[in-house]
């Protein structure tokens, strides 16, 4: 086991290197940081431009294979450059990792134990009123773009609570930020729960479709039976053999989704304004950041890596099929 | 009542060594039923109505004894064993009583259930595949079972699931325990169920088709197991099965349900041997007998069961029934003793039976097309249709992701030879992971390369180009085991006849012509065609595949177990089929299959294959009469007979352990680990086991025999 995980590492490795210097290079090439400073008035001059460029490594003169070896150099010493503001990547990313962490973790676990319970419990359920209503409940949210179940959320808190009942907008309201004390975490709490909302209704409503049809083709199994001629009570088989049995299809779903949610709850940080590394995938991108878009790249193939190892060291706890021996 | 519970009480004072006998002793209160069920009806909501699945079921058992239960699929014969135990969902409607000494069951709720299930009542099921959960270590299930009704400590309960399966026959069961059930091979993981389901000193074992999906060798084993586990317990057994044969050993009283109801009942000797409901005369005429001796046609029981959404009035058998009468079609009779009978029926004519209507006679039994000439002609003066000579398909087994590196040797089919003659059926047996079905693959890819040749027709195919085998192709068709999976549920009938005509040129009128033609020929109605295959019968479906492989009009036939996932009375009519199909267009028949009664009554010649070899050939009655492997001596001893006298007499060659793989073949004979012979054997003897790998030798004019010491033995 040990063995095939350093294998599986090694490679893994190999591809997220491929991976990010790929992504460098379209992003070096794509985007077109000058024209940040284009067209200003007054203009700019071409050499202050192009000292400002060379200040951040992203001057369109330098050859790409230059600029790109400048990067990974400072990549290769744990410098991600700076970011067309001049500022450390670094720093940026660092933060956001923190923004995102804080608003992802407790959803994600909530989102996934919710979904894969409501899926289990709708396939045990399959036809009844509680099946129907999760059922069409899922297919609502996931039909829903995220930005309007958002603004949904928002407007109904308004709509219901009144105005200022609960604040939604950023991780804390302004006099809290930067304190931990008691109150400033129950501010955060507050802030915490719209946007926690919308992406645990996301994710229990993907989740339980899956975990549905995966708990729906145990139940009628022999084994399940089995478990119950011996003597175990209804709920207690089902879930000790069912549920245990149903979750080893989801459980890679789950992984991949949670670990790469990390640059993907995009909207949701965007529409209630945390700036977390979602929001730096797009905001780095429409302001022709080319360290910040491949720090982001960068960021993303090793949370594949992380998801992919991870999804094989749970498949392979869970499941005594595919330990290698 | 308490006596029976003790797992130290032998129960031998209830049997005797030449089986179960009924039970007259009376030094235990036997008399008592253990378990008695009366007037069970369960019903299913359907989208097309009620489904009456079963329709008033009453039984009693006592303790020691085994009460068998035949049926065909959708008799309801499994649906009453769930009933029994509360795991119907619950959605079906369960009326009647069930009552465990005395106590009833029907009502409980599913706590207090749970508490006799696994306890009182042991489960063995049929599929052991699917029957144990694949997460959990094998003994960590059967530590489950022993927790939950045992006041054990984890050490405790270990040491007990060990002892269960060392009971069981579990080689190494210390290190086997800690196994999941992916790691057990089909017959170890059945035993390990019946481990379970005595775990507990139950009352009563249900064993739900408990052999079903075993090899006839493994199915010995784990019925002997059975039998060692209720001389443990001193169980009462109720044992379901579509077998006529396990049940006639094993049984002691029997009843035989259709449509939902029991339509006769009694001892073993009285349904076997003068049986007095057509169904059950019909059903006993109907199964291929490995101690026939004559070639005789079965006799099917035309038509299928009614649909138990909408049962007919009047006696659910009546459509198929021979001797129907019109009371039959108004009145549904009831189980009772009829006059002048012995035992139970449902049969408004059974007082007849035996008295003015003869039973053996009732059926109409189906002529034997007259040998055609060309059968009629010496074999050897026949030309050979197919000829394998050395036929190796070996597979590497290998290791790496990127660079594959050879680490050993599948031998699957490990240099095979035999031929078929015109107008000739050869059987090809053994048992699952023998080569078989690689065989037969290899012989319809018309291989090119690996070593040993396949000569069809006279041609060798490695010199053989495209044009040619596409010719080939047409002369050589198959039918695959399970007719749903191998007819496209999309296109009509006719469409799946015109196909293979299509493919190979035939023009839009003589396909139109052919295809009504195929339909007659296999026995269906021409107007049917643009029906789809779900619309027709499991038997029917197999019909049609036949049709499609005679199509155009081939010369060989390779029929991949072409009856097994048929009812018995209906494969009997498919059977009678081929053999006439045979006769009437001289067809030749590769004929692949498990069950040695179904291939004695097909085949002309008959080769035994074990682990990638042949190891016995020669013409059928040879075969059967003077079986002179030990392996096919073994196999022939272990398939048990509807036949319940002759069952208690005879004594089995049983085989220890499974299949070897075929990646690591042992060496010299490859039988020679689990042969019985050879522990019989002197040291220069066995030397010579270990060490020669024996060559086919010739017995008589045609039987030959890959052993050392080959010498025929009586086994049926």
């Known amino acids: 086991m040990g063995r095939y995980l350093l294998r599986k590492l090694a490679n893994n490795l190999i591809l997220v290197l491929l991976a990010a210097s790929l992504s460098y290079f379209v992003a070096g090439l794509s985007l077109h940081p000058q024209s940040n400073y284009e067209g200003r008035n007054p203009p700019l001059a071409k050499s202050t431009i192009a000292k400002t460029l060379d200040d951040v490594n992203m001057n369109p003169d330098t050859p790409i294979v230059t600029r790109f070896i400048t990067w990974a150099d400072g990549v290769a010493h744990g410098d991600l450059g700076k970011t067309i503001d001049g500022s450390p990547v670094n720093d940026e990313v660092g933060r956001r990792i923190g923004v995102s962490t804080r608003l992802l973790l407790l959803a994600t676990l909530v989102g996934s134990v919710g979904g894969v319970a409501l899926g289990a419990l709708g396939a045990i359920k399959q036809y009844k009123l509680f099946d129907r209503v999760t059922t069409l409940a899922s297919f609502f949210i996931l039909a829903m773009p995220t930005f309007v179940l958002a603004l949904f959320l928002k407007l109904a808190s308004i709509q219901f609570l009144g105005a200022g009942t609960i604040h939604f907008t950023g991780e804390t309201d302004p006099e809290f930020a930067g304190h931990w004390d008691f109150a400033a975490l129950g501010n955060r709490a507050e802030h915490m729960l719209l946007p926690g909302l919308t992406l645990v209704l996301i994710q229990v409503g993907l989740y339980s479709r899956y975990q549905r049809s995966t708990m729906l083709d145990v139940l009628g199994s022999d084994f399940l039976r089995t478990a119950r001629a011996k003597g175990l009570r209804r709920r207690t088989a089902l879930v000790k053999h069912g549920l245990r049995t149903a979750i080893l299809p989801v459980v890679p779903l789950l992984v991949y989704n949670i670990v790469l949610l990390f640059v993907g709850a995009t909207f949701t940080e965007k529409a209630f304004g945390w700036h977390g590394m979602g929001e730096l995938l797009v905001n780095s991108i429409t302001r022709n950041d080319v360290n910040a878009t491949a720090a982001v790249s960068l960021f993303t193939a090793v949370l594949v890596l992380i998801a992919g190892i991870l999804s094989d060291l749970m498949y392979a706890a869970l499941d005594p099929r595919v330990r290698v021996r | ?716």
């Open chain 2, 1 to 716: 009542m308490t006596d029976s519970t003790n797992p130290s009480q032998p129960s031998d004072s209830t049997r005797t060594k030449e089986g179960l006998r009924p039970v007259t002793d009376t030094r235990l209160d036997i008399s008592q039923p253990v378990l008695e069920v009366s007037d069970l009806h369960v019903a299913f909501p359907s989208e097309a109505g009620q489904v009456r699945a079963v329709r008033g079921v009453s039984y009693a058992v006592r303790p020691g004894e085994v009460l068998g239960i035949v049926g065909e699929s959708g008799s309801g014969k499994s649906v009453s064993s769930m009933a029994v135990l509360g795991l119907l969902p619950e959605s079906a409607a369960v009326t009647g009583s069930v009552k465990l000494n005395g106590r009833e069951l029907l009502g409980l709720s599913d706590n207090e259930m749970s508490k006799i299930r696994g306890k009182d009542i042991g489960m063995v099921f049929q599929d052991p595949l699917s029957a144990l959960t694949p997460v959990y270590s094998v003994g960590t299930q059967i530590v489950e079972a022993l927790q939950i009704h045992q006041d054990l400590t984890k050490v405790q309960a270990r040491e007990r699931s060990i002892e269960l399966l060392d009971l069981v026959g579990i080689p190494d069961p210390k290190r086997r325990v800690d196994n999941f059930p992916h790691e057990f091979s089909g017959g170890m993981r059945q035993r390990a169920m019946i481990a379970m389901a005595i775990a507990n000193d139950p009352k009563v074992i249900i064993a739900d088709e408990p052999t079903t999906a075993l090899d006839v060798t493994i199915q010995a084993q784990v019925l002997e197991v059975l039998k060692k586990a209720q001389d443990v317990t001193g169980a009462a057994i109720v044992m379901i099965t579509h077998d006529l044969g396990v049940i006639a050993g094993f049984a002691d009283r029997v009843q035989v349900m259709y449509a939902g109801k029991p339509v006769e009942a009694g001892s073993v000797d009285e349904v076997y041997y003068s049986p007095r409901m057509p169904y059950t005369i019909g059903l006993l005429g109907s199964i291929p007998r490995l101690d026939d001796t004559e070639r005789r046609a079965l006799t099917p029981i035309e038509g299928n069961p009614p649909s138990m959404v909408e049962l007919p009035k009047g006696c659910p058998f009546a459509a198929r029934c021979p001797i129907a009468i019109d009371r039959c079609r108004e009145v549904e009779p009831t189980l009772s003793v009829k006059e002048g009978n012995t035992h139970p029926t449902a049969c408004h004519r059974s007082h007849e039976l035996g008295d003015t209507l003869d039973p053996a006679a009732i059926y109409p039994v189906p002529e034997v097309p007259e040998a055609s000439d060309l059968e009629q002609r010496p074999r050897g003066e026949r030309a050979t249709v197919l000829e394998l000579d050395n036929l190796t398909k070996h597979f590497p087994l290998t290791k790496g992701a990127v660079v594959k590196r050879k680490v050993g040797v599948v031998r699957a089919v490990d240099g095979i030879s035999l031929d078929i003659r015109e107008g000739e059926t050869l059987g090809l047996v053994g048992e699952s992971g023998c080569g078989k079905t690689t065989t037969l693959l290899e012989i319809l890819d018309l291989p090119k390369g690996q070593v040993g040749t396949v000569t069809v027709f006279g041609k060798d195919t490695r010199s053989m180009n495209r044009a040619d085998r596409k010719t080939l192709r047409r002369d050589m068709q198959i039918v695959f085991q399970d007719p749903m999976a191998a007819l496209d549920a999309r296109m009509p009938i006719g469409d799946i006849l015109a196909e293979p005509l299509k493919t190979h040129g035939w023009d839009k009128e003589r396909i139109a012509a052919r295809v009504p033609e195929l339909l007659e020929l296999v026995g269906l109605n021409p107007d049917h065609a643009d029906r789809y295959p779900q619309e027709f019968s499991g038997g029917q479906r197999q019909r049609i595949s036949i049709a499609r492989a005679l199509a155009l009009e081939p010369k060989l036939v390779v029929l991949d177990e072409p009856v097994s996932a048929l009812d018995v009375s209906i494969q009997a009519g498919v059977l009678n089929l081929l053999d006439e199909l045979k006769t009437r267009l001289g067809l030749s028949y590769l004929f692949v299959a498990h069950d040695l009664s179904v291939v004695r009554h097909i085949a002309d010649r008959i080769a035994v294959m074990y682990l990638g070899r042949i190891v016995e050939v020669g013409d059928t009655q040879s075969i059967f009469d003077a079986p002179s492997h030990p392996y096919t001596q073994a196999l022939l001893s272990a398939v048990p007979l509807p036949d319940p006298r002759r069952e208690r007499e005879r004594t089995r060659i049983l085989l220890t352990g499974d299949l070897p793989s075929p990646a690591n073949v042992p060496s010299g004979c490859r039988f020679r680990n689990r042969c019985p012979k050879y522990l019989s054997l002197d040291e220069a003897e066995q030397l010579r086991c270990r060490d020669e790998d024996p060559a086919s030798a010739k017995l008589a004019d045609d039987h030959s025999a890959a052993c050392h010491f080959a010498k025929a033995l009586e086994v049926i």
